[in-house]
């Protein structure tokens, strides 16, 4: 047995650390290590059994080996009585410093820059989320201003049909959403959540400034160009090269970094804390709201410059918010919370799929207390928790099965198995918990088709219609203004009014709609706005008819409001329950993916969007029609399209309902060591 004594100084103060291993070769086993941290400061402590805590270490020396396993057992436990009871007290380790007042660190493993357990009082909470936030109005501010009208950009600057401006649009913001995964497989696995929000943002300004100078300097011709109605002339090959390039650098700089910063600004509060816990589920609502009111910004201001013709002035306009919010972006360097990189996703889970294929005639045990899982520093240290052991995908858990030649290694050599032939029970877990997610991932699919349509034929729609309102011209792509709006009401609203009313109404006990409750009901909402479009295109069909051979119709553009709050109420249940849901339902090393996985929703709802466009185009311009989506929208029927939508929505939450239903939540073991679950709805 050996006896280790380190004497650290830290501001003032003392800690000595005892650091005992227990070793007994006939025995056969590594019985224990234990170990003990006693705080000194201006006096010695008081606490008698601290003191004989001390005393019987300093005597296992001379204790047989039997007696010394039943001591250092009993020890072992005290000694975790008082750990449990200092956590219960006051949470994560105190410091106090030459003023004599006592600093608390985080307890969910978060760290400072340095890479040391973060002190609350110094780092995160509201001051470094308000940063992050700031960060995200005016990034989407810029990003709004680049999207909202990049179908009317398309249209008079590069001379593209209805049809053909929607898919560029659909495929353009089907890739911002991929790029999202992309920058959350990276956040999580190796650059960590700030790193990646910097590096992503700088790209973010390279493209924005192309966009300028090459709008600037050659789109615009001749001058004048670009307004509702009057095309710029036939661009060179290089000059679309150079759009094109520019915008996608805009789909990446924008879309892999958002993850990472929702993830991030999450961070910024202890969920070990119950005060920073209801912090932290309120933040993903606020970035939701602050992704609105840059969007709100660039839909009324920039968009009106924009269709006067401006789009020079709108263009740097977005170019300089994107710096700004770069700046506000790096203040917070010096506080900020991180969690460290937890490595490869993708190998973790390919170590399961083989080491579960290698074991396929393996007897699979009865329950999962047989199953190998280790308690590891390292994780706690990183905050990620263990996950305990569940029912489903049993093929998986052949992975964790402990084969004879798994136990040689573990017991005789002391070595950590190979994770290609034996895996813990937590990173077989892991596989499940994505595999889970699929199907309700899926499902939220079609309503990123709804609110897509919202961003491309909506606007198409309004452009059709008569745009006066008094001595007011009002752009077509600004209605979108209700949608953010009502969007952003709502989320501020849910909990103090609505929620109450609910309870009131329904005369139950005050439950609060779960995650998978509210995307439910927001696909509902979304059914009913897509109903509704498709009875304005009708009404506005109607009134086209004085006007031969001009896309326009005498109906107000202000009818289009009722399907914009809808859609907007859809996005305020959707959306932030989407996005807490798929953060509480990865493991605590994958937050960022688990974000990047909702948003890739509205990847593939882009895509998915585009594909129903062109299979119903095609379909409807057999024998020289025109089709549903013609250039002059008075010749088609939009209104079918919007039917078709509301019919595939509809059938989309039916599967939706199914999925929802069979959906088993993660459960995770608690930071304190005890094994009861938690489990998170």
Request: net charge neutral; hydrophobic share 45%; proline share 4%.
């Amino acid at each position: 047995m050996m006896t280790h004594v380190m004497l650290v100084q830290i501001q003032g103060h003392i800690n000595l650390v005892l650091l005992v291993n227990v070793l007994h070769d006939n025995l056969g086993i590594h019985l224990f290590q234990l170990f003990i941290a006693i705080n000194f400061t201006s006096s010695l402590p008081t606490n008698p059994f601290i003191f004989s805590l001390t005393t019987k270490l300093f005597h296992l020396k001379s204790m047989a080996p039997e007696a010394l396993s039943n001591e250092a057992s009993l020890l072992n436990n005290n000694f975790k009585m008082v750990e449990l009871n200092h956590l219960e007290n006051g949470g994560g380790g105190e410091e106090r410093g030459e003023n004599g007042a006592t600093a608390t660190f985080t307890r969910d493993g978060s760290v400072d820059r340095h890479g040391k357990t973060a002190v609350k009082e110094r780092s995160g909470g509201w001051r470094c989320g308000m940063l992050l936030l700031v960060n995200q109005g005016l990034v989407t501010l810029a990003f709004a201003g680049v999207e909202v009208n990049l179908v009317l950009f398309s249209k008079s600057v590069l001379r593209h049909s209805n049809a053909e401006a929607a898919q560029t649009f659909s495929r353009w913001m089907g890739t911002v959403y991929l790029f999202s995964l992309m920058g959350a497989f990276l956040s999580d696995s190796y650059l960590g959540r700030y790193l990646t929000c910097v590096i992503f943002q700088v790209l973010y300004i390279i493209g924005l400034i192309a966009l300028s100078l090459s709008t600037q300097l050659f789109l615009l011709k001749p001058d004048g160009c670009g307004k509702i109605g009057e095309l710029c002339e036939t661009h060179k090959p290089f000059e679309t090269a150079i759009f094109y390039i520019s915008i996608y650098l805009i789909a990446l700089g924008n879309g892999a970094p958002e993850p990472a910063l929702a993830t991030f600004g999450a961070d910024q509060f202890d969920e070990e804390d119950p005060k920073e816990r209801q912090s932290k589920t309120s933040f993903y609502s606020y970035f939701y709201v602050a992704l609105n009111l840059g969007s709100l910004v660039a839909e009324t201001i920039l968009v009106y410059i924009e269709n006067m013709g401006y789009w020079v002035v709108g263009f740097w306009t977005c170019t300089i918010s994107a710096i700004v919010g770069y700046v506000f972006l790096l203040s917070g360097t010096l506080r900020y919370r991180h969690f460290k990189p937890s490595g490869n996703p993708i190998s973790r889970f390919s170590q399961v799929i083989v080491a579960s294929m290698k074991k396929l005639h393996q007897n699979m045990p009865s329950n999962g207390e047989e199953l190998y899982e280790v308690h590891s520093k390292e994780n706690e240290t990183n905050g990620m928790r263990r996950i305990l052991h569940t029912s489903g995908f049993k093929f998986l858990d052949r992975a964790a099965i402990i084969v004879p030649e798994d136990m040689k290694v573990i017991k005789h050599e002391g070595q950590t198995p190979n994770p290609w032939h034996l895996c813990t029970v937590t990173q077989v877990e892991e596989v499940k918990c994505i595999l889970r997610l699929l199907p309700v991932w899926l499902c939220t699919i079609f309503s990123s088709v709804v609110f897509i349509q919202m961003l491309s034929l909506f606007v198409e729609q309004g452009a059709a219609m008569n745009r006066n309102v008094a001595n007011f011209h009002i752009p077509p792509a600004s209605m979108t203004v209700f949608d953010i709006v009502s969007t952003s009401i709502f989320i501020m609203l849910y909990d103090r009014l609505i929620i109450p009313l609910y309870v009131k109404v329904t005369k139950r006990k005050p439950k609060i709609p779960s995650p998978l409750q509210r995307i439910g009901i927001g696909l509902a909402i979304a059914v009913v706005a897509m109903i509704i479009a498709g009875i304005v295109e009708q009404q506005r069909l109607k009134l086209a008819s004085g006007f031969t051979g001009r896309e326009t119709s005498s109906l107000s553009i202000l009818w289009q409001t009722p399907q914009y709050v809808l859609v907007g109420v859809s996005e305020a249940f959707v959306y932030v329950a989407q996005m807490e849901f798929f953060a509480s339902q990865t493991p605590d090393g994958l937050k960022s993916l688990g974000i990047g996985l909702s948003m890739s929703s509205s990847a593939m709802g882009s895509y998915v969007a585009s594909t129903i466009l062109t299979v119903v185009m095609r379909v409807t311009t057999k024998d020289g029609k025109l089709g549903w989506v013609p250039p002059n929208l008075n010749d088609g029927h939009l209104d079918r399209f919007f039917f078709l939508s509301a019919v595939l929505a509809a059938v989309n939450f039916v599967l939706y309902v199914l999925c929802a239903k069979r959906y088993k939540s993660i459960s995770l073991e608690k930071r304190d060591g005890t094994s009861e679950k938690d489990i998170i709805d």
